[in-house]
C-alpha cells in the first residue's frame, strides 16, 4: 500500500514567516506533487518534481519555491507567507503500472493558515 | 489551453436517484481521463480512469470525444456516496501532470 505523509495537519503562522511543508513517500516514486485545494477552484498545481533535484513549475508557483534533495521527500517553502496563501496543501506521489496506467497518490493535507 | 470543467458546485439526490456528475474538457487530442473523489476526513483518491472502462462503487465512466465529457453515472446512490468529486486531465507529454476541475459536492439524502 503506498503510504504518502505531510509533517503537519494544521498549521498557524504569521504574516512574513518562512514555511516548510514536508512530503515523504515510500514506494520510490519520480513523480511528487504539491497543490493547493480552495472551496470553488479545486486542485491547482504549485509545483512537481520528475526526479531528485529537478523540478517544474505548475500553474501557481508565485510566493512558492520547492526542493527535493532524497527521492522520497519533496518540500514545499513559503518564503514570506502572506494571508492568501491561507489553503489546503495537498502532496501526492505518482505511480505508474506495467500496463500504462496513471495513478497519483495523494496526503492527508495541510491546512495552513497565515495570520 | 487545456481545461477541466464540473458546472455543479453541489449535486443533491435522494438516496435510490440516478447520479450524474458532469465533467467537459477541453484538449483536441486523446486525453487521459480520471474521477478523483475525497470522502469527509479521508484524503483524496482515485476512484476510476476511462482506460479501464471500470466500474467502481457502482460508478462508470464513459468518454464522449464528440462532446468532450466524460460524466461520472451511478443509477442508484447511496448516502456512502455523498463526498467531494473531481474530474482530472492528463494529456501525452505534459510530464504528467494532471488538470483537475473545480469538484462537484456530492450530496445524498436518506
Known amino acids: 500500500d503506498v503510504k504518502v505523509t505531510q509533517s503537519s495537519r494544521y498549521l498557524v503562522k504569521r504574516t512574513g514567516e518562512k514555511v516548510f511543508l514536508e512530503c515523504v513517500q515510500d514506494?520510490?516514486?519520480?513523480?511528487m506533487f504539491w497543490y493547493r485545494q480552495d472551496p470553488g477552484l479545486g486542485l491547482r498545481l504549485i509545483y512537481f518534481?520528475?526526479?531528485?533535484?529537478?523540478?517544474e513549475k505548475g500553474d501557481i508557483p508565485e510566493g512558492y519555491s520547492v526542493s527535493r534533495e532524497k527521492k522520497e521527500r519533496f518540500s514545499l517553502i513559503l518564503e514570506s507567507a502572506s494571508t492568501n496563501q491561507t489553503s489546503m496543501y495537498l502532496c501526492?506521489?505518482?505511480?505508474?503500472?506495467?500496463?500504462?496506467?496513471?495513478?497519483?497518490?495523494f496526503g492527508p493535507g495541510t491546512r495552513l493558515t497565515v495570520l | 489551453a487545456q481545461r477541466v470543467t464540473q458546472p455543479e458546485k453541489l449535486l443533491s439526490v435522494f438516496k435510490g436517484a440516478p447520479v450524474e456528475l458532469k465533467c467537459n474538457y477541453s484538449?483536441?487530442?486523446?486525453?487521459?481521463l480520471f474521477w478523483y473523489v475525497q470522502y469527509s476526513r479521508q484524503r483524496l483518491q482515485l476512484l476510476l480512469r476511462?482506460?479501464s472502462r471500470e466500474s467502481i462503487k457502482g460508478f462508470t465512466a464513459d468518454l464522449n470525444k464528440g462532446e468532450t465529457s466524460f460524466h461520472l453515472k451511478k443509477p442508484f446512490a447511496q448516502e456512502e456516496d455523498s463526498a467531494m468529486y473531481y474530474c482530472a486531465l492528463r494529456y501525452p507529454g505534459a510530464t504528467n501532470k494532471l488538470i483537475f476541475g473545480t469538484g462537484t459536492l456530492l450530496a445524498v439524502q436518506p
Open positions: 518534481s520528475y526526479d531528485v533535484k529537478m523540478k
Open positions: 514506494m520510490d516514486h519520480e513523480n
Open positions: 484538449y483536441s487530442g486523446s486525453p487521459e
Open positions: 476511462h482506460i
Open positions: 501526492a506521489s505518482r505511480a505508474q503500472g506495467a500496463d500504462g496506467t496513471d495513478t497519483q497518490y
